[in-house]
Nanobody
């Protein structure tokens, strides 16, 4: 089992930045690929960014490419999502997820563990 706790969400003006953190506990974190997803009211959960077990490979949704950066610190069992140039359409509940595999995937169905989410609200 892996337990995940997100933090860092909040209210920010358009054009601003936020950094989300996801702290993992339980079994070893270093063997898990990680992902960030988001879900707005009435919409399906969508992939935002993913990172493989070592941090050597990262993946992004087209909508956030060039603005968001995913990274991980395996010594701290933490994954981060740096969000810059935020837009109103980035407003959503952001979830951290872990999968029992080395490589990231884009589908929520491929992830085994989820955090409770942290709200990001971007005002225009």
């Amino acid at each position: 089992q892996v337990q995940l706790v997100e933090s860092g969400g909040g209210l920010v003006q358009a054009g601003g930045s936020l950094r989300l953190s996801c702290a993992a506990s339980g079994r070893t974190f270093n063997n898990n690929a990680m992902g960030w997803f988001r879900q707005a009211p009435g919409k399906e959960r969508e992939f935002v960014a993913g990172i493989n077990w070592s941090g050597g490979s990262t993946y992004y949704a087209d909508s956030v490419k060039g603005r968001f950066t995913i990274s991980r610190d395996n010594a701290k069992s933490t994954v981060y999502l740096q969000m810059n140039s935020l837009k109103s359409e980035d407003t959503s509940l952001y979830y951290c997820a872990a999968r029992d595999g080395y490589n990231s995937r884009r589908s929520p169905r491929d992830y085994d563990y989820w955090g409770q989410g942290t709200q990001v609200t971007v005002s225009s």
